[in-house]
């Protein structure tokens, strides 16, 4: 095992399954009924008790994800609300937002409310995505990560692996994240829901493995973070994941699935005789 240090990242779903978009892959989407928690908003005080706990688990990164295509003004407004009320109570988490497509003011205003960085997701090649999703285009998708960039946040962006795109695919939506430079890339695996129209990711180990040391050979400047479908997709294998080039993780639970609880998490990195981060400068 390589010694390297892995930086952890949490995630807290601030309002969930109420998108009206037709993402075949997300169980937030209202249109397919998953059985999912749903709620417009959660409560400020909730979000600052998950912040506090994403910190006494040792991660240094704490992201706000909301529902629905993209930024709309109240959701500014909450977002912005909750990132004041966690930087007061915990202000050396890296606060990141994830609100979907969203303007430059937009971006802007997440800055001063103490945002850092950015995450929107390409999620797929450009030339498969309509098969994926009808209600908004890649292009825009594109364009929000632009806008991130333009106002000085840092940007993290990846995509999901398993939702029947082709190798070419794959490699062409590495190619897109290459010309955008993110900061970290999000690395996702993607897990089926009996209420989703995609119904089973027919990827292997050995293949996602591979997706995972070609993205850093492409990016190797770039902090490499395997997220969602980390746990199904590499059961008892999850530490190969740091040799084939990841130097970061989710911790806890995701949007709508579960995850390793965070001490297990802890434990396996230590097993491995790999460095937490202590802050986001940690090398």
């Known amino acids: ?37 749903r709620y417009k908003y959660k409560s400020i005080e909730a979000i600052v008790d998950e912040a506090v706990m994403a910190r006494q688990n040792r991660a240094i990164g704490f992201c706000l994800v909301t529902a629905g295509k993209g930024m709309t003004e109240s959701k500014l407004d909450f977002v912005c609300e909750a990132a004041r009320a966690v930087k007061k109570k915990v202000p050396d988490l890296n606060l990141i937002a994830c609100n979907g497509t969203a303007s430059v003011d937009d971006m802007k205003a997440l800055k001063k409310a103490g945002i850092s960085s950015y ?36 940007l993290c962006s990846g995509g999901i692996f398993g939702m029947g795109e082709s190798s070419d695919d794959r490699i062409s939506m590495i190619k897109s994240l290459k010309e955008l430079s993110p900061v970290s890339i999000a690395i996702n695996f ?26 850093k050979e492409q990016l190797n400047d770039s902090m490499i973070m395997v997220a969602g479908g980390r746990e199904r997709m590499f059961g008892e294998r999850q ?43 940690d090398k």
């Open 1 to 37: 095992m390589p010694d390297k240090t892995i930086f952890l990242c949490a995630i807290s779903n601030i309002s969930s399954g109420s998108c009206s978009e037709d993402c075949t892959f997300c169980t937030q989407s209202a249109r397919y009924k998953a059985d999912i928690e």
């Open 119 to 154: 995450n929107h997701n390409l999620e797929s090649s450009r030339s498969y995505y309509p098969k994926i999703c009808t209600t908004h285009d890649w292009d825009e998708r594109y364009q929000t990560c632009l806008n991130a960039k333009s106002t000085g946040l840092d």
């Open 190 to 215: 993607f897990h089926p829901n009996e209420a989703l129209p995609i119904k089973e990711n027919m990827l292997d180990i050995e293949t996602s493995l591979e997706l995972i040391r070609y993205t």
């Open 239 to 281: 530490s190969e994941i740091f040799e084939a080039g990841a130097n970061s993780i989710v911790i806890g639970n995701y949007l709508t699935t579960k995850g390793n609880a965070p001490d297990k998490d802890i434990l396996l990195l230590e097993s491995l005789g790999l460095r937490i981060a202590q802050n986001c400068h």
